[in-house]
């Protein structure tokens, strides 16, 4: 190679050189983390209604008339009494329950119905918390609303997961001095729940070695978990706004969630068992053998609230939304059933609705599958939320109706598309005080 080659190559190699290499008293810039676009960290909420062509002003009247519907028309589930407290029924049980209570709360927290918020907590605090003895803090599941007698006395874990949540965002919504202290009372349910170390064979509502909401906090079934009970996106709220000490647990707990869901529902179909061992393996019952069943509905919307709020597990949501929606595609868009056997066959065992026992294609379903199209990449993810705009909160051919289950799913799915289910963040500067 000639000289004047041999020195040219050099200046180049040199050039390139300097050009990978950082100048002298300057540090090599680290790489950035890549921005999450969760709503969370942009105060920014999908909506897909509008993606799917209705108006805002459609789309508005839609959750409005939804809301009507299960709060206030003829076939309501909200009742008022007195002048200040109500309560939610599951009308074909006849009872009063704490799902139902605390999903009442968070639609109003949501809704900005601060009326309906208190008294809800009121009729709740008076009429199934525990105020004493193991139980204290805990809520009684279930209670007959003609005698006002307790069905049952001990928790079921998901009410208390929906009113700490609720609680936590009444206080952000409306502050703590306008008769109720929110905080307070969330922080009481917390705190209560710490305390318990299995004294009267009551425990905390999560397994503490596992990190999973239990079934029961109390006796066996403090050792498995329902799937639907898996809410990650609250936990995250618990680390952010409870300030109760336990920030990382909530945090750790949330993780252990998303990785419990991938093996709860690792089959084809997406589908997952109504109640399995923390390893994500079905865990048979007395009252029905292993399936998709009622309770499993709510997982699909769970995982979306998860995937709009916190977007933490995108990849693996996004997938387990194609999944799913595929699965039940398969078996008719508008016709596919509510009860199935996880490998997408029909169950021998129909486990009944009330004191109806038959499969359907339910609202319930088929809101909670369009809530899924949030995290769908599947460009024909629209057909569902279509069909869901289509439906009607009104009884079956066969006259059976459920404006409790089906209502408040239909309900919390609209609020979810049409961007109005939200992590409500403090509206005033205050310091949370729990006495």
């Excluded at 609250?234 to 993780?255: I, M, P, S, T």
């Amino acid at each position: 190679m000639p000289k004047s080659f041999r020195y040219a190559a050099l200046l180049v190699a040199l050039g390139l050189a300097a050009s990978t290499q950082p100048s002298f008293g300057q540090r090599p810039s680290s790489p950035k983390k890549p921005v999450n676009t969760a709503a969370f960290y942009t105060n920014k909420y999908p909506n897909l209604l509008r993606e799917a062509g209705y108006s805002q002003a459609d789309i508005d009247r839609k959750v409005t008339q939804a809301y009507h519907d299960v709060f206030e028309g003829p076939n309501k589930v909200y009742f008022a009494v007195g002048d200040s407290m109500a309560y939610v029924s599951d009308v074909k049980n006849e009872d009063a329950r704490t799902e139902g209570m605390s999903y009442g709360l968070m639609v109003a927290v949501q809704m900005d119905k601060k009326e309906v918020f208190d008294r809800l907590w009121r009729w709740s605090k008076k009429y199934l918390q525990h105020q004493s003895g193991p139980l204290e803090g805990y809520f009684a599941w279930s209670i007959n609303t003609a005698t006002m007698k307790r069905n049952s006395e001990g928790p079921a874990s998901d009410g208390e997961l929906y009113f700490v949540t609720s609680l936590l965002f009444a206080a952000n919504r409306w502050g703590n001095d306008t008769g109720i202290n929110y905080y307070q009372e969330a922080r009481r349910i917390l705190d209560a729940s710490w305390k318990k170390n299995g004294t009267g064979d009551v425990y905390n509502l999560f397994n503490t070695k596992a990190k999973q909401i239990t079934f029961v906090p109390v006796g066996e079934m403090y050792n498995w978990t329902d799937p639907s009970y898996h809410v990650p996106a609250f936990l995250e709220v618990w680390a952010e706004y409870a300030k109760d000490g336990h920030e990382q647990f909530y945090r750790d707990c949330a993780d252990t969630s998303r990785v419990f869901l991938h093996r709860a529902c690792a089959a084809p179909t997406g589908l997952n068992y109504d109640y399995t061992e923390f390893s994500g393996k079905p865990h048979p019952t007395k009252w029905a053998p292993a399936a998709f069943r009622y309770d499993s509905w709510r997982v699909p919307m769970n995982i979306a609230m998860d995937y709009v709020w916190f977007g933490k597990d995108r990849a693996w949501q996004q997938q387990y939304a194609q999944r799913l929606q595929c699965f039940l595609r398969s078996k008719g868009l508008n016709t596919f059933e509510d009860q199935f056997n996880v490998d997408g066959s029909r169950p021998d065992f129909i486990l009944p609705a009330g004191k109806v026992k038959k499969l359907r294609h339910s609202l319930g379903l088929v809101a909670t599958s369009a809530s899924a199209s949030l995290m769908s990449p599947d460009p024909c993810k629209l057909d569902f939320v279509h069909a869901l705009w289509n439906a009607k909160l009104a009884p079956y051919e066969d006259g059976y109706f459920d404006p409790y289950y089906d209502g408040l799913l239909y309900l919390f799915s609209l609020m979810h598309l049409s961007g109005k289910y939200q992590i409500i963040k403090p509206q005033i500067a205050q310091t949370p005080r729990a006495k």
